[in-house]
């Protein structure tokens, strides 16, 4: 009782206190210093009871003291040049979360110099940061933190009266444009998707187009008149050039300004290759044999096309064709060869630079469809096929154009021998998406939801998020979706022909609901749009054949 009469009057007096050594529960030592009044006698009963601690009481205290404090406080501490290169390596959304844990760190990371080089590693140059304030660093964060996390926001879709052809191009959706066909291929309609708009392109003749191709800066289209036709994005003056066979159309392909074509017909000893710039509206072509790389271990006894799979390389004036050993209906074929993908770099004027080859351990055939990128620094996604035995692999494959390389890509959530398989995977940079994915891997709450699109997390860190579920009256069974397009803006599903709509359209940011007046007007005008193009192409045919039936009365007869 006395230690605690000491406790309690030490604010009072101005001399030392020596507390008697009795023995006391240590709970009244903690109620008497609650008791105490103000900040100035708290700090006077701690330092007197301090003055009472033997050594090995003051290890104890500084171990306590030790575990509570923020001593390696490398923000706080640091020149903001390091810390600025610190978080470069980590997440662009990291600066933003640590800013709760005091006010210097706020201070400190609100600063936009410290998110900007991972928010320009993350758009590749494609959005200018310069000058950018921090209102508009944080919204292209959050848009980044949602592709990453896999939020997505519904945006619009196509209605009846068009069909998204599957296998027109590699590239139907590339930065903010979408390209597509109609039923009957004749007209090209180019989307672009922030504002929604579209416009229409066509052969002169209306005739059927044969193949398409997009870049960041041109649209072309290839028809059976021999002609390859090429404008911007905005549908402006349209070029274009004309080939002696339209097998060259087998693989139309475009990049920057750059158009090239490519194509083999059976019994030919060579694949014809022509390159042009819209630019200067001049190409050049060239021939690759069929006995050399990367086509000499290509099947052509078989009956079915062989299409070449192209890369342009307009900054190294280069070409890149890629081949497999089996085309994709020989594919199912038994083999025991343990095939690989072959690829060649050749220049603009047709000179050889390098060969390479790669196989995929564990599988007998492999056939390589298209490329897609996968970011904008020159990585692209290789659709292919696998077997392995009787089983059918999609393995998730990437090119790199600077390093002439393949990588498989690994740490995916599904469990067995080929943990990174899963079909109708897409992925863009390290974040994976997942279409209709099966139900092996799925956790438990998800065992039997339908799910339409799930987020599969980063290479570095694996999950599964539904993302899109779909709805319930169309049944856990019905796979109305056949194909997946992604970037790093949109997310576009390509559903079946049944469907009512052709494509839906989804966006890595929070947009306005659009009213009901605004979503009438909008489906009324392409509505109409539809309504005429088919009318006019119906009346076309119909006048054609009437004339066709029509016995010819006159010599001066004008046909229509």
Not at 209 to 228: M, R
Not at 284 to 313: A, G, M, N, W
Request: hydrophobic letters at 35%.
């Amino acid at each position: 009782m006395l230690a605690t009469l000491a406790l309690f009057n030490s604010s009072q007096r101005n001399f030392p206190i020596h507390l008697p050594r009795v023995i006391m529960p240590p709970t009244d030592v903690a109620h008497a210093f609650r008791a105490l009044r103000g900040a100035a006698a708290r700090r006077e009963a701690l330092t007197a009871l301090l003055r009472e601690l033997d050594p090995y009481e003051w290890r104890d205290l500084h171990a306590e003291l030790g575990a509570r404090a923020f001593k390696f406080d490398i923000v706080g501490t640091l020149p903001q040049e390091l810390v600025h290169h610190i978080f470069s390596y980590l997440e662009t959304t990291t600066p933003y979360r640590l800013q709760q844990v005091s006010k210097r760190w706020h201070g400190i990371l609100q600063s936009t110099d410290i998110v900007k080089p991972a928010l320009r590693a993350w758009y590749d140059g494609t959005i200018n940061f310069k000058g950018a304030d921090d209102a508009f660093c944080l919204q292209q964060a959050r848009r980044m933190h949602r592709v990453r996390t896999g939020n997505l926001t519904w945006r619009g879709k196509c209605e009846s009266g068009s069909y998204v052809w599957k296998t027109i191009s590699d590239d139907i959706l590339i930065d903010d444009t979408f390209i597509w066909l109609d039923r009957l291929r004749r007209v090209l309609t180019v989307l672009d998707l922030p504002t929604m708009k579209s416009w229409e392109a066509y052969g002169d003749a209306r005739e059927h187009i044969l193949d398409v191709a997009l870049s960041t800066e041109l649209v072309a289209y290839g028809t059976t008149s021999n002609t390859c036709y090429v404008s911007d994005l905005k549908g402006g003056e349209r070029k274009r050039f004309k080939v002696t066979n339209p097998a060259m159309f087998n693989k139309l392909h475009c990049r920057g300004r750059t158009v090239a074509c490519a194509g083999y017909t059976k019994g030919s000893s060579s694949v014809l290759v022509y390159i042009w710039d819209i630019d200067t509206q001049c190409g050049q072509s060239f021939t690759v044999s069929i006995h050399e790389q990367p086509f000499k271990r290509l099947d052509t006894t078989c009956d079915h096309h062989c299409y070449p799979t192209i890369l342009l390389c307009p900054e190294s004036q280069t070409i890149l064709f890629f081949s497999t050993e089996v085309c994709s209906g020989c594919r199912n074929r038994d083999r025991t060869v343990n095939s690989p993908i072959s690829w060649s770099r050749f220049t603009y004027s047709g000179q050889r630079i390098s060969d390479f080859s790669w196989r995929l351990p564990d599988t007998s055939v492999i056939n390589l469809s298209s490329l897609t990128p996968v970011d904008r620094q020159g990585r692209f996604a290789l659709d292919v096929y696998c077997r392995a035995g009787r089983d059918s692999l999609y393995p998730c494959l990437q090119f790199d154009e600077n390093l002439d390389e393949i990588v498989l890509l690994t740490g995916s959530l599904w469990n067995g021998p080929h943990a990174w398989v899963q079909r109708n995977t897409r992925w863009w940079k390290d974040t994976f998406y997942s279409l209709q994915p099966g139900a092996g891997g799925r956790p438990e709450e998800y065992a039997s939801t339908p799910v339409a699109v799930a987020h599969l997390g980063t290479s570095a860190s694996p999950r599964f998020k539904a993302s899109l579920i779909q709805p319930e009256s169309e049944g856990f069974d019905c796979f109305r979706y056949q194909d997946l397009k992604l970037n790093d803006k949109f997310l576009i599903l390509l559903n079946y022909p049944m469907a009512d709509a052709p494509f839906e359209v989804f966006v890595f940011e929070d947009v306005p609901e659009a009213t009901e007046h605004e979503k009438e007007a909008i489906a009324l005008e392409i509505e109409e749009r539809v309504q005429q193009r088919y009318f006019s192409i119906v009346s076309l045919y119909g006048m054609a054949y009437a004339s066709a039936c029509q016995p010819d009365t006159t010599l001066n007869s004008t046909p229509i």
